[in-house]
């Protein structure tokens, strides 16, 4: 195989157009490839998809109109492209496309450079993973994001790396904390000003979550914000402010050890200019034992992109107990004249908020098995719990399993990372959903690294004989659920809308589908050869209008499956990119 | 790229070796002539990489007794706890992961409780080797002798974090003792600070807070606490074998009740300044 082609894409005679075309930047922003104005505007232009989430507001909206409902029966492969050899696993990534390239993080912290039109391979990235990377959830990552001449993305053992797009080689790296210690990335960044914006996952292991900054040119640390109340944030290498107020909603100092992983990554709303990014879990796992809200864990951030300041934050699960991390985006929207943000949480309810103040506008749950709590009080914001809370291990003293609580949504959420799309035209939110309860126990009882602690016990189970997964159409001012496609296993791929009446997603059975945007009407799929965890994209290129998904079964759901594992038994496993255009 | 060349057939190449040596069959690993343990990393004093780079510790030097009685040559590969020991078990004895590659023959310092053995089918928990207590060490100076659990309504204790020590002190007698609870990633950090004076007392395992504690034990009152409703005060440490590899399980008893009954395995314990305390499970057979 090929690893590095010699052909440099040039790009140097268009980089001058383009630096005197953004003549209202600083110069410190007039780079080369993909400039501020290309990642401000990429929602809008249809040539290119340069970020995560296919604009930073992160709405999975394009308003290419080529393939719509009406002609999508012709929507047939361009190419398969095979990210290859045994190293076939969950392919999680959302690809980008720029200048006729396609860049996409493959499974092992891989990453490929293609012709887009032809699926030729210019580059292959490896990245050597170490042994003592804990092996937890899969060696998935979920893309990059591309700045100037870099493509810059996080790996398993914790390094943001920047990449030369052109041939694919290292220009710069930066730690985001020690592997060793349980910190590893797999989001992908966003750049904000230039600036790359990331957070790390590792809250199982007690770390404490920061979402940080870096020059996206150097890698230099530019701030830092602690998500958990008492720690200090930092500017240019100086203190900047304390998160929260200390032993506000934390007893004792488990703020110091108080989670809060950022591991999914962030919107950014130029409007407002407000990074939106939400926070994991607090630890340790057991609300009993941190009595509190626990801020601000389990919440979206609001963020100054200047300075990491938090504006204002909305928490989602006070005092969280069944582990429905709040990383879920929060995804800008306008309506009416006014500035909204969406935000579909694991914990089974869809909330939208005042953008400019955090404040609870409307609150309603996405899926039926919402059992922990019945509702959320839009006066207050906080959820009306419904007694479902998983006991005190400490009160069970003769070391046996304790009572078991059976509650819903599931630790995998009502939806997760994925990421629900946005239609600017029906105004609906699609959701990638899912129907799961749990059972939880403490077991007093459990070891970890040869001693013994007290853990809990979870088993996952379908809700409903029929199916698990549900794509679904909300109106999120009224709540109404507009219309709903069941999926027998759990949905675990993000959404995309298009100004043809269509909505994209992919199924673990590996049909990459799509539906009628205002009726639910399945329309049009196609078997992809493997499950389907990763997401979507859209553009046009020489007036032709393409799509590209991965393909590739793995990550969370194969991992934590318990009874969920009989509706993905004899699921292949695979690794490609298939990219379709309609037949002439 | 040269380096992905470079990378990919180092990665090849230990694979291949890798998987031509892991998890053998008592009869395979004597005619290698290598037996390999997994360990955890940094966990003085059980098991750690020495400043030259080499396993070391007690579980290690256990190891080494096992492979001298064996007849074959020790290799020790030093291993990351995951979030449970269920985890660990699947990656480093009976099934291996696709990143780290295949399991071990032997892991060691894997607790012998009998809830476990009736649970985890696929491995075997064999020769349990030693006790583990959770203890208080208290600066008498500012707790006086024989304090009991209620000082730590007003006094900071220090404990690692995720521990028994910790999930008990957070919770007991209905949060008494959690704003007293100061966190540490680990013993060695808890105990430099009650040198330090920062916290009154350290709870945690007795082997890891005598060793942290290292020439300054004797200032300390190190010992058992009555601790109401703790879920285990105590537990035997042992070996885990993949549960298939009956001869090696057999063989490895073998040795270990040889280097019990001859005292080794309490010489090595006290050879890295800690105390030794039979396994619960060989006391009441």
Known sequence: ?584 | MKNNHSTIFFLTVVCFFSASVFAESLSKITENDIIKFAAYDDFPPYSYAAKDGKAAGIDIDIGKALAMELGVTPVFRLVFADESLEDDLRVYVWKGHHVTGPPADVMLHVPYDQNLIKKEDKVSFIAPYSEEQVVVAADTDQLGNNPQIMVFTTNKVGVERVTMADGYLLGAFQGRFRNSVVHFQSIPEATQALINKEVTAVMGARTEIEAGLGKAKDDYQIGLMAMPGIAAASWDLGLAVKSSNKDLSKALEVAMDKLIADGSIKKIFNKHGTSYHAPAARINY
């Open chain 1, 1 to 584: 195989m090929k690893y590095v082609s010699g052909a440099c894409k040039s790009g140097f005679l268009k980089s001058i157009a383009v630096a005197s075309i953004v003549f209202a930047a600083p110069m410190s922003n007039v780079v080369a490839g993909v400039t501020d104005a290309d990642i401000a505007n990429d929602a809008k232009t249809t040539g290119d998809v340069v970020t995560h989430g296919m604009g930073l507001q992160g709405q999975r909206w394009s308003p290419l109109n080529k393939i719509n409902s009406k002609n999508i029966g012709k929507l047939v492969p361009a190419y398969t492209f095979s990210f290859g050899g045994e190293k076939m696993r969950g392919q999680e990534a959302q690809p980008l496309v720029h200048d006729g390239v396609i860049y996409v993080t493959a499974s092992y912290n891989r990453v490929f450079a293609l012709d887009a039109i032809t699926g030729k391979q210019k580059w292959q990235y490896d990245h050597r993973l170490p042994e003592g990377i804990l092996p937890c959830c899969d060696v998935i990552n979920r893309g990059g994001a591309l700045y100037g001449d870099l493509f810059i993305f996080a790996t398993l053992d914790a390094l943001l790396v920047a990449l030369n797009t052109g041939t694919g080689e290292v220009v710069w790296k930066q730690s985001l904390g020690d592997f060793k210690a349980g910190h590893s990335a797999t989001a992908a960044p966003i750049v904000v000003e230039g600036k790359v914006i990331t957070g790390v996952a590792g809250g199982e292991f007690g770390i404490v979550g920061k979402i940080r900054a870096f020059d996206a040119k150097t890698g230099k640390l530019v701030w830092e914000r602690p998500t958990i109340e008492g720690h200090i944030g930092t500017l240019n290498g100086k203190p900047n402010g304390m998160t929260g107020k200390l032993n506000a909603t934390w007893p004792g100092d488990l703020w110091k050890v108080g989670g809060g992983a950022p591991w999914n990554n962030g919107t950014y709303d130029a409007e407002t200019r407000t990074i939106l990014w939400g926070t994991g879990n607090p630890a340790p796992w057991n609300s009993h034992m941190r009595p509190g809200d626990n801020l601000y864990a389990i919440s979206t951030l609001a963020l100054d992109p200047d300075t990491g300041k938090i504006k204002w934050h909305f928490q989602y699960t006070p005092n969280e107990a069944w582990d429905y991390d709040g990383t879920n985006h929060t995804i800008p929207f306008n309506k009416g004249g006014k500035k909204y943000a969406a935000h579909a949480d694991r914990n089974g309810f869809f909330y939208v908020l005042d953008r400019t103040n955090g404040k609870l506008v409307n609150a309603f749950p996405f899926v039926d098995g919402h059992s922990w709590a019945s509702s959320i009080d839009l006066k207050t914001g906080r959820p009306i719990e419904a007694g479902k809370r998983p006991g005190d291990p400490t009160k069970s003293a003769d070391g046996k399993k304790g009572t078991v609580v059976t509650v819903s949504p599931s630790f995998l959420g009502g939806t997760n990372f994925f990421g629900m799309a946005y239609s600017q035209n029906t105004g609906l939110f699609y959701v990638p959903t899912n129907e799961m309860g749990m059972d939880i126990w403490n077991e007093p009882i459990t070891y970890k690294k040869g001693a013994a602690y007290m853990g809990a016990g979870f088993s996952i189970k379908p809700l409903n004989d029929d199916y698990i997964g549900a794509m679904r159409a909300f109106d999120p001012m009224t709540g109404k659920k507009v219309w709903e496609v069941k999926n027998g296993a759990p949905l675990w791929a993000g959404a995309m809308a298009t100004a043809g009446n269509l909505v994209f997603y992919g199924t673990p059975e590996g049909f990459f589908k799509a539906v009628d945007a205002k009726s639910g009407k399945e329309l049009w799929q196609y078997q992809t050869g493997s499950g389907i965890v990763g997401s979507p994209i859209t553009w046009e290129q020489d007036g032709v209008q393409y799509i590209t998904v991965p393909s590739g079964w793995g990550a969370a759901v194969p991992l934590w499956g318990g009874e969920v594992a009989k509706q993905i038994e004899g699921i292949a496993q695979g690794a490609s990119l298939v990219t379709f255009k309609l037949l002439k």
